[in-house]
């Protein structure tokens, strides 16, 4: 009794792993977060800002100043001994002064601490700091910019989804309809109320539906196989947030003011003009004097006349006025500023460009609703019209093809709806993502029709 429990406890075990291994119900939001956490592209973007904040800290230590340790070896020519014998001739209170001196050896030592510190360097200093600033703007943008980008390629496969099981669904209602309605036909064909034709025209347009369904579930699968590629898992994603459309949108304006006022694109140009700016102060310093203190400390030095008459510490400020620069300093002055005219075109440019896309998308997302709108009568008459043909041909007053169509057409009409309501969907989503409003996208999920 015992083993047969213990069997059914694994058998039951496997069908429950199974099941959830086959299916993961996901909503968008939920798949949102998923790609936020798992994207190798945003993963990278990531690293990129935490690369240019660290190199932005070790900008700061430009305020420090510089110290080493420096030892040398050198060999000198032995004209030393020239000097020992000068030195022959002196009194012997001279010659006291250099008692333990050594003036014949070749090979010396030195060891001393040397320190530098810039105190101005005409701003140039200053220009690496804002130059650091702006390169970490401008990858903490290309962060936003690709989030945002996944955002809305997250969108297509999601969505594209839950289109195609609508689409099979509707497929599936039409195979159920046209099988009813070739088993109605077999049987007036047999009672001789039918030709055989009628029959022959069901049998035909039951077989082309069942293409379609199998068509239909292909694509289903490899939808559903792209989107859980997307959000890189190892289980089939099953979306469970349906298709929607809202009664209304917010003013197209509200949409445009805060894409022009949050779009990271723009706020990577304003990153671009900043380090031209910065770019110019930095050659604008090379027609400035630089000031710096400096010092040295000897550690130690070797016994020779050179060592008892230098002292063994020294410090001081030291100025440096160019005089002549062969590094063509006026021209990349101009080629700075080049630069960030440049830039300030490019960002009226994309400004433009940006109030085109979010009127040209708001005018999408609209249009759909407009069409889902509409498509609502003709559904109805499309129901009505598939239930007067039946009937009819029950009765014998109408042809096998007419039932079909109307069938047919029925499908075609929830399909095009369906299809309205993914383009408004995904219209939304790019609004939503240009303005950089992503998060709201629940509150139009809850407010939708």
């Known amino acids: 009794m015992f083993k047969k429990m213990h069997h059914l406890f694994i058998v039951v075990s496997l069908f429950i792993t199974a099941f959830s291994a086959n299916a993961q119900p996901v909503s968008f939001e939920q798949a949102w977060h998923l790609l936020q956490q798992k994207n190798n592209s945003i993963a990278a973007q990531r690293a990129n800002v935490e690369r240019y904040q660290q190199l932005q800290e070790a900008s700061q230590a430009l305020n420090y100043p510089s110290v080493s340790f420096e030892t040398t070896y050198t060999r000198v020519d032995d004209t030393t001994e020239d000097i020992t014998s000068s030195l022959s001739g002196l009194n012997t209170t001279v010659l006291a002064m250099f008692s333990g001196v050594s003036f014949s050896e070749q090979n010396k030592v030195n060891s001393s601490i040397k320190a530098l510190w810039a105190i101005y360097t005409g701003g140039k200093i200053t220009a690496a700091h804002e130059y650091a600033a702006a390169k970490s703007d401008e990858a903490t943008a ?21 289109l195609a099981n609508e689409v099979l669904k509707t497929r599936r209602s039409v195979e159920q309809g046209l099988t009813k309605h070739r088993d109605f036909s077999i049987k007036l064909e047999q009672q001789g109320q039918i030709a055989k034709v009628e029959r022959l025209q069901a049998d035909a347009s039951l077989a082309k539906a069942i293409v379609d369904r199998k068509k239909s579930e292909m694509d289903l699968e490899i939808a559903t196989s792209a ?11 099953e979306p469970d947030s349906a298709l929607f459309i809202n009664d209304s949108l917010p003013p197209l304006s509200d949409f445009t003011n805060k894409t022009l006022q949050t779009y990271p694109g723009l706020s990577v140009l304003s990153a671009k003009e900043k380090q031209a700016q910065s770019a110019i102060k930095a050659e604008k310093s090379k027609y400035k004097p630089q000031v710096y203190l400096y010092g040295n400390y000897t550690l130690y030095e070797e016994d020779s006349l050179t060592s008892s008459i230098t002292p063994d510490w020294a410090a001081g400020i030291g100025i440096s006025v160019p005089l002549f620069d062969n590094s063509g300093r006026s021209d990349k002055v101009k080629a700075a500023y080049s630069s960030e005219l440049q830039v300030r075109y490019l960002y009226q440019q994309a400004q433009q460009d940006l109030s085109v896309l979010v009127k040209k998308t708001y005018f999408e997302a609209q249009q759909a609703i407009e069409e889902v709108q509409g498509l609502d009568s003709s559904l109805a008459l499309a129901e009505e019209n598939l239930k007067l043909r039946a009937k009819a041909y029950h009765q014998g007053l109408s042809r096998s093809i007419d ?35 992503m998060s709201t996208f629940t509150h139009y999920q809850l407010a939708a029709l």
């Open 142 to 162: 290309n962060l936003q910019m690709e989030t945002q980008s996944r955002y809305e390629d997250l969108s297509r496969f999601y969505y594209t989804v839950v």
């Open 227 to 237: 989107l859980t590629e997307v959000l890189n898992q190892t289980a089939e994603v």
């Open 403 to 437: 039932v079909v169509d109307a069938e047919l057409y029925l499908a075609n009409i929830r399909i095009q709806q369906q299809v309205a309501k993914f383009n408004y969907v995904i219209a939304l989503n790019k609004l939503l993502s240009l303005s950089s409003q």
